[in-house]
């Protein structure tokens, strides 16, 4: 077991380490630091390391519908399109961190995770996002195909295409391309209009929830304070009965005949 234990912790921290040098790889490609060809060559290799992970882990999960979920993040940091798929290999270093409780730890758990997984998961965000992102990449492999570009500049027609923006700097010229073109026009314009819906009724039912929780306190307050008041009142009608019981009756007379 505890082999077991401590072999699992070094297979997470070669993940982390692997999965920080390649985001670090990434920025230096970016930047146009270092040697480009070797630092496209390091890509390729992490790369092929977290593809191979990945089927590794498919294969082996018991529940592959959860695994494919939960992990759709990392399917989406091993697309060969562009360096730039690597960034979502960092959803998995999140992962690693609840799995070991950091969050805890590190006394930020709670309402943060419990309000990333809602966000991700239970919005649908996860599915709306990597649909989206499917659409866009293979409407960018086929357009890389059939209009010869490269894959960086199709990629870039395809980001500009699904979001509206249409820069007009790769635009299709064949027949095929140009239906490439209207299907993720209103495939991916679609999805990536349930992904701003789904961002902002979040934002909304977070905001509705917080006002809701707001007044739910002000009214729990109110009844507080007036349980409070009837406590006060029915203490001093008990001591004003024990007064009165006290009072001798003389007293009570001679205290009515008064002017």
């Known amino acids: 077991m505890a082999k077991q234990s401590a072999g699992l912790i070094a297979y997470h921290v070669g993940v982390t380490t692997l999965t920080l040098g390649s985001v670090f790889n990434v920025c230096l490609i970016f930047l146009k630091v270092g040697n480009r060809s070797l630092e496209l060559g390091l890509a390729n290799g992490l790369l092929a390391i977290f593809a191979v992970d990945y089927l590794v882990r498919l294969l082996i999960t018991k529940n592959r519908k959860i695994f494919l979920i939960q992990s759709a993040f990392d399917l989406l940091g091993i697309i060969p399109l562009h360096p730039v798929f690597a960034f979502f290999r960092l959803a998995r ?95 991916g314009v679609g999805f990536i209009g349930l992904l701003t819906s789904t961002i902002t009724d979040f934002v909304a039912s977070r905001t509705e929830q917080a006002t809701t929780t707001q007044e739910a306190q ?42």
């Open 93 to 187: 270093l999140v992962r690693l961190m609840r799995f070991h409780h950091l969050f805890w730890r590190w006394g930020i758990a709670g309402k943060w995770t419990q309000a990333y997984h809602r966000f991700i998961y239970k919005t649908g965000f996860i599915y709306l996002f990597s649909i989206s992102v499917a659409i866009i990449v293979l409407s960018a492999f086929l357009f890389s195909l059939t209009e010869k570009q490269s894959l960086a500049n199709s990629l870039w027609w395809a980001i500009t295409t699904a979001t509206t923006v249409g820069y007009g700097d790769e635009t299709p010229h064949t027949a095929v391309g140009k239906i490439i073109a209207s299907f993720l026009m209103v495939g």
């Open 218 to 259: 002000q009214l729990a307050d109110m009844a507080q304070l007036l349980a409070k008041i009837d406590t006060l009142t029915a203490k001093v009608d008990q001591l004003q009965t024990q007064v009165d019981r006290l009072t001798p009756k003389h007293a009570k007379r001679d205290n009515k005949k008064r002017p």
